[in-house]
């Protein structure tokens, strides 16, 4: 985050305020006001304060990050401010420059983490990782949770942890089955860095093989997911791309660089032949599959996040950091106007369909969860039960549970018809 955001500055010898953000060691002294932070009292922290305007003027000036980064910047200083995500935090070349690890190009990313540099500063609260994805398999017999660089699989009916895999580098920011439930692909990479995607092939008994890494992104990816009907999947970066790949070869067939910014999510409609992506640039896009050509561009105030599409495909539905959620058309042709919009207190972060359409349902980060029937039209269910902003949502096929994780790496499941929660992990 700090090299995309704030190395274009503060670096240098002239650089603003005093703040060189080049090297770890730079970063730790500070600017003109002095050193940052003090590990473990984020919130006090002058990094914090810039970032959220508390201090002015506000950082990035005119450009302010999203409350989750900031929260993640709060919380990696709650946490100690242990630099781990690269080799060798060097004094010269960027804190966040260099390529992935080489340990974890070879043996999988558990082996980077070594780096650590520990401070003798007061104990960091030590907080569980965020649960960052949900996905129930096509079965809808295992619930895959995102954490920091895992998966695990959870029984749906009680939340019991029946197998923990090791995932890609840093937070699993996306999950998708393959249709037939036989693959597993989580999502995610080093900010700055790369991005890189992991695919475990089950037996469907419990029994996955070690996954394959693949690493073309040159950013972190923050979404994932397969194409219906295709031995493929489709990939969303902080590089501002889009890749198709061929899960066989994990090849790249094509790479859709429509967006001028980050891209934060990636959706194939049901009948495979949709696929649409959602965009810092403030707008979603809306491309033919098999062509890859661009049939409509829809526009949102603010950073569009999250989007899905209706399993009839009638309908894509885009959340945006304007705390709007629009639902559109979908057809050839310019599409203008959302054909309705709802809105929340905070940015929904979050969007799911019921794979038989009957309901629709959204986690924000002011901890709700609505459930509306299958046409957004009408809300059905509110349900308040978390306790952090809700980062991952799904619902089970015909919509009898829906489950959502989110900031605190708790995973909650509710009861639709009641809105009873049947247990949260
Ligand atoms: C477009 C250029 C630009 C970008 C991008 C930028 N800054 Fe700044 N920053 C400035 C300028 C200019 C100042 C001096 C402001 C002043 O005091 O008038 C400053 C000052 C600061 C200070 C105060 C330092 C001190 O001790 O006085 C902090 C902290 C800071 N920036 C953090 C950040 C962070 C973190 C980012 C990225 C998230 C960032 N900035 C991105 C231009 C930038």
């Known amino acids: 985050m700090l ?6 500055c503060h670096a240098g010898p002239a650089a603003p305020g005093g703040l060189s953000l080049e090297s770890a060691a730079r970063l730790r002294s500070g600017g003109r ?3 940052l932070f003090t590990p473990a009292r984020g919130a006090e922290s002058l990094l914090v304060r810039y970032l959220t305007g508390a201090m002015q003027p506000q950082m990035p000036p005119g450009k302010p990050l999203s409350l989750e980064t900031i929260a993640v910047m709060r919380r990696w200083i709650d946490e100690g401010a242990v630099v781990d995500t690269f080799r060798t935090p060097g004094e010269t070349g960027g804190i966040l420059r260099g390529a992935l690890p080489q340990s974890t190009r070879r043996r999988g990313p558990a082996a980077g983490v070594r780096s650590a540099r520990r401070t003798s500063l007061p104990a960091p609260v030590r907080q569980s990782a965020p649960a960052t994805a949900l996905a129930l398999a096509p079965d809808g017999r295992q619930l895959a949770v995102g954490g920091y660089r895992s998966v695990r699989l959870l029984d749906p009916n009680t939340g019991t942890v029946v197998e923990t895999l090791s995932g890609p580098a840093d937070q699993v920011l996306g999950l998708t089955w393959s249709p037939d439930g036989k693959h597993l692909a989580a999502a995610g990479g080093i900010s700055g860095v790369g991005g890189e995607v992991c695919i475990w092939e089950g037996s ?36 501002r791309t889009v890749r198709l790949w061929d899960a066989d070869t994990g ?12 891209v934060w999510g990636v959706a194939y409609s049901v009948d495979g032949r949709w696929i649409a ?25 603010e950073a569009v996040t999250a989007l899905t599409f209706s399993p009839k495909g009638d309908l894509l539905v885009t959340a945006a950091a304007d705390r709007q959620v629009r639902v559109w058309p979908v057809r050839e042709g310019p599409i203008e106007n959302p054909l309705r919009s709802r809105s929340e207190e905070e940015p929904v972060n979050a969007l799911a369909f019921s794979a038989d359409g009957a309901a629709f349902a959204w986690g924000a980060s002011n901890r709700r969860v609505r459930l509306w029937s299958g046409d957004v039209q009408q809300q059905t269910r509110e349900l308040r039960d978390a306790e952090d902003w809700l980062y991952a949502i799904t619902l089970s096929s ?28």
Do not use: M
């Open 398 to 425: 015909t919509a009898t549970q829906v489950f959502a994780a989110g900031a605190d790496g708790r995973v909650y499941c509710w009861e639709t018809a009641t809105g009873r929660l049947l247990w949260k992990k």
């Open 204 to 239: 469907g008994t419990g029994h996955w093989a070690a996954p394959r890494h693949l690493q073309e992104h040159s950013d972190s990816i923050q979404a994932i997911t397969w194409r219906p009907g295709h031995r493929q999947f489709a990939t969303a970066a902080l590089d």
């Open 251 to 262: 090849k790249v067939l094509r790479t859709l660089t429509d967006h001028v910014d980050a």
């Open 277 to 301: 992506s959602a965009s810092g640039d403030r707008t979603a896009k809306l491309y033919n599959a098999a062509t890859g050509r661009k049939v409509a561009s829809l526009a949102h105030a």
């Open 33 to 35: 006001h002095g050193p």
């Open 3 to 8: 090299n995309r955001e704030c190395l274009g």
